[in-house]
C-alpha cells in the first residue's frame, strides 16, 4: 500500500508538471500520465476487487511515464521555424474544400450504411439470429477471428471493416472545416458503423478525435476550457460505453442490478489490465512468445516485400503474433495487459524507456504541429490521440497499420480539394490576359 501511496505521488507531480510544460490537455504527456493517475486512483479507492500490485510493476509505470515525459520535452526544444515547414503541394491553411468533394463523401457514407447493418445481421444470424443482434454478432467475429473462418472474413467483412474506418476519417476530415449537414452526416454514419462493428475502437476513436479538432480550433487546451467544451462528448462516450455493455456482452449469472454489472465492467475494463501487467512482471518466462509484437509492422512489411528471411521458419508464421493473448485471473479474468507488456518482455527496462521515450517525441512533435492551425496535421493529431488514451489498456502504438492509411486518405482529401482548383485559376487568370 506504501508504493501504491508513492506511485500516487509522483503521478500526481509529474501530471502537474507536464501540464506546466504546454499548458494544454492534448499534450501527449499530460494525458499519458492522466490516464495513469486515474487507474491509480482507483485501484486505491477499492473500487472493485484487484490482486495487490507489487512496488518494481510501480517502479516500470513511473520510468516509463518519465522517459515519456522526457520525450515530449525534447520535442518542444525544436525550433518552431523547423515545424512550420510543410509540403508545397497545398498550404498549412488550405482554403475551403469544394462542395464536391464533401458530397462525394457524404454520398460514399450513406451508400455504406445497408451494407453495414446486413454485415451485423448476418454474423447475428449465424448465431442463431434473435433479439440480441451485437451481442451475437460479437460472438461470431470472435470466433471467425480465432479459427479463420474463410467464410467470415470474405469480400463483406473487408469492406465493412474498411467503410467503419473510412466514415471515421471522413468525418474527422470534414471537422477540420465549416460544421455543416455533410458534415453531421457523415459522423453519425461513422458513430453507426462503430456501435454495428461490435466493439468501442471506433466510438472512442471518433469521439476522441473530434474532440481533439474542437479545442485545437477555439484554442481551449486549457483544462477549465477542455471540461467545458468536452462535458457532453464525454457523457455521449460514458452513456454509449456502458449502455453496449449489456447488448454486446454476456451478462447472464451476474448480480448486482443494471448499475452494479455496469460499474464491475467499466472499471474491470479500466484497473484489470494493469493487475495482467503485474502477473507478467512477476512471472517474465510464462509470457514470452516466439514472435515480436513490437516490431509486427516493420517485419510484416518486410515480408511482404521479401526483405526478410528465418531459416527454418515459415516467416508469416513466426512474425505474425496471436490474435488474442491468453486470460489469467486479476481475481477476474483479463486479457489485455497495458501498453507495458510487449515492450517489457522483448527489449527489458532498458529498451521499454528508449521506445516510450521516442514515441513521446514524435506524438508531442504532431501534437506541436497540429497546434499551429495546419488542416492536415490537426486531422493527423486528432486521429493520433486514441493510442496514448489506451496505455493503460493495451499498445496501440506498434499496430500503425491504420496510420499510413489514414495519412493517405487525409493527404489525398486535401489534393484533390486545393491543388486541382489552383490549376483552374491559374488557366482563368492566363485566359483573361490573353483575351485582353
Same mark, same amino acid.
Request: charged share 10%; proline share 4%; glycine share 8%.
Given at each position: 500500500?506504501?508504493?501504491?501511496?508513492?506511485?500516487?505521488?509522483?503521478?500526481?507531480?509529474?501530471?502537474?508538471?507536464?501540464y506546466?510544460?504546454?499548458?494544454?490537455?492534448?499534450?501527449?504527456?499530460?494525458?499519458?500520465?492522466?490516464?495513469?493517475?486515474l487507474?491509480?486512483?482507483?485501484?486505491?479507492?477499492?473500487?472493485?476487487?484487484?490482486?495487490?500490485?507489487?512496488?518494481?510493476?510501480?517502479?516500470?509505470?513511473?520510468?516509463?511515464?518519465?522517459?515519456? %515525459?522526457?520525450?515530449?520535452?525534447?520535442?518542444?526544444?525544436?525550433?518552431?521555424?523547423?515545424?512550420?515547414?510543410?509540403?508545397?503541394?497545398?498550404?498549412?491553411?488550405?482554403?475551403?474544400?469544394?462542395?464536391?468533394?464533401?458530397?462525394?463523401?457524404?454520398?460514399?457514407?450513406?451508400?455504406?450504411?445497408p451494407?453495414?447493418?446486413?454485415?451485423?445481421?448476418?454474423?447475428?444470424?449465424?448465431?442463431?439470429?434473435?433479439?440480441?443482434?451485437?451481442?451475437?454478432?460479437?460472438?461470431?467475429?470472435?470466433?471467425?477471428?480465432?479459427?479463420?473462418?474463410?467464410?467470415?472474413?470474405?469480400?463483406?467483412?473487408?469492406?465493412?471493416?474498411?467503410l467503419?474506418?473510412?466514415?471515421? $476519417?471522413?468525418?474527422l476530415?470534414?471537422?477540420?472545416?465549416?460544421?455543416?449537414?455533410?458534415?453531421?452526416?457523415?459522423?453519425?454514419?461513422?458513430?453507426?458503423?462503430?456501435?454495428?462493428?461490435?466493439?468501442?475502437?471506433?466510438?472512442?476513436?471518433?469521439?476522441?478525435?473530434?474532440?481533439?479538432?474542437?479545442?485545437?480550433?477555439?484554442?481551449q487546451?486549457?483544462?477549465?476550457?477542455?471540461?467545458?467544451?468536452?462535458?457532453?462528448?464525454?457523457?455521449?462516450?460514458?452513456?454509449?460505453?456502458?449502455?453496449?455493455?449489456?447488448?454486446?456482452?454476456?451478462?447472464?449469472?451476474?448480480?448486482?442490478?443494471?448499475?452494479?454489472?455496469?460499474?464491475?465492467?467499466?472499471?474491470?475494463?479500466?484497473?484489470?489490465p494493469?493487475?495482467?501487467?503485474?502477473?507478467?512482471?512477476?512471472?517474465?518466462?510464462?509470457?514470452?512468445?516466439?514472435?515480436?509484437?513490437?516490431?509486427?509492422?516493420?517485419?510484416?512489411?518486410?515480408?511482404?516485400?521479401?526483405?526478410?528471411?528465418?531459416?527454418?521458419?515459415?516467416?508469416?508464421?513466426?512474425?505474425?503474433?496471436?490474435?488474442y493473448?491468453?486470460?489469467?485471473?486479476?481475481?477476474?479474468?483479463?486479457?489485455?495487459y497495458?501498453?507495458?507488456? $510487449? #515492450? #517489457?518482455?522483448?527489449?527489458?527496462?532498458?529498451?521499454?524507456?528508449?521506445?516510450?521515450?521516442?514515441?513521446?517525441?514524435?506524438?508531442?512533435?504532431?501534437?506541436?504541429?497540429?497546434?499551429?492551425?495546419?488542416?492536415?496535421?490537426?486531422?493527423?493529431?486528432?486521429?493520433?490521440?486514441?493510442?496514448?488514451?489506451m496505455?493503460?489498456?493495451?499498445?496501440?502504438?506498434?499496430?500503425?497499420?491504420?496510420?499510413?492509411?489514414?495519412?493517405?486518405?487525409?493527404?489525398?482529401?486535401?489534393?484533390?480539394?486545393?491543388?486541382?482548383?489552383?490549376?483552374?485559376?491559374?488557366?482563368?487568370?492566363?485566359? %483573361?490576359?490573353?483575351?485582353?
Open positions: 500500500m506504501i508504493s501504491l501511496d508513492l506511485a500516487l505521488i509522483f503521478f500526481l507531480s509529474l501530471e502537474v508538471l507536464n506546466r510544460v504546454q499548458r494544454s490537455v492534448l499534450y501527449p504527456p499530460f494525458i499519458f500520465s492522466a490516464m495513469w493517475l487507474v491509480l486512483s482507483l485501484v486505491r479507492l477499492k473500487l472493485i476487487e484487484l490482486d495487490p500490485l507489487h512496488a518494481n510493476t510501480l517502479a516500470i509505470l513511473a520510468v516509463g511515464a518519465t522517459s515519456f %515525459s522526457f520525450g515530449g520535452l525534447l520535442a518542444g526544444l525544436v525550433p518552431r521555424v523547423l515545424l512550420r515547414i510543410h509540403f508545397n503541394l497545398f498550404s498549412s491553411k488550405p482554403k475551403r474544400t469544394p462542395d464536391f468533394l464533401r458530397n462525394l463523401l457524404m454520398t460514399v457514407a450513406l451508400c455504406g450504411v451494407i453495414m447493418f446486413y454485415r451485423t445481421w448476418q454474423l447475428s444470424n449465424s448465431q442463431g439470429g434473435g433479439s440480441m443482434i451485437l451481442m451475437q454478432a460479437r460472438q461470431a467475429l470472435l470466433e471467425s477471428i480465432l479459427s479463420n473462418d474463410p467464410n467470415q472474413n470474405g469480400v463483406l467483412a473487408y469492406l465493412m471493416a474498411y467503419v474506418m473510412g466514415t471515421t $476519417f471522413a468525418s476530415l470534414l471537422a477540420t472545416g465549416k460544421k455543416d449537414r455533410k458534415f453531421w452526416v457523415v459522423t453519425f454514419i461513422a458513430l453507426v458503423g462503430a456501435v454495428l462493428s461490435t466493439g468501442r475502437v471506433g466510438i472512442l476513436q471518433l469521439i476522441s478525435g473530434l474532440s481533439a479538432i474542437r479545442l485545437l480550433q477555439t484554442k487546451e486549457s483544462l477549465r476550457g477542455a471540461i467545458r467544451l468536452l462535458r457532453w462528448p464525454i457523457v455521449l462516450f460514458v452513456a454509449l460505453f456502458v449502455g453496449l455493455v449489456f447488448t454486446n456482452k454476456n451478462t447472464e449469472g451476474m448480480t448486482g442490478g443494471v448499475t452494479g454489472i455496469a460499474t464491475f465492467f467499466v472499471l474491470a475494463y479500466i484497473v484489470g494493469l493487475g495482467a501487467f503485474d502477473k507478467v512482471v512477476q512471472n517474465p518466462e510464462s509470457f514470452k512468445l516466439n514472435v515480436s509484437h513490437t516490431f509486427y509492422f516493420p517485419l510484416h512489411i518486410a515480408a511482404k516485400l521479401h526483405l526478410a528471411d528465418y531459416t527454418n521458419l515459415h516467416l508469416e508464421d513466426y512474425i505474425q503474433p496471436p490474435m493473448n491468453t486470460f489469467v485471473l486479476v481475481p477476474f479474468p483479463i486479457n489485455v497495458t501498453v507495458f507488456k $510487449f #515492450y #517489457y518482455l522483448e527489449l527489458g527496462i532498458i529498451g521499454t524507456m528508449v521506445i516510450l521515450f521516442v514515441i513521446g517525441a514524435l506524438h508531442s512533435l504532431l501534437y506541436l504541429k497540429a497546434r499551429q492551425g495546419g488542416k492536415f496535421s490537426t486531422y493527423l493529431f486528432a486521429y493520433s490521440v486514441y493510442p496514448v488514451l496505455v493503460i489498456f493495451v499498445d496501440e502504438y506498434s499496430g500503425m497499420g491504420q496510420f499510413p492509411i489514414a495519412f493517405c486518405f487525409g493527404l489525398l482529401y486535401f489534393l484533390i480539394g486545393s491543388v486541382p482548383l489552383r490549376l483552374l485559376q491559374v488557366k482563368k487568370n492566363h485566359f %483573361s490576359q490573353t483575351g485582353s
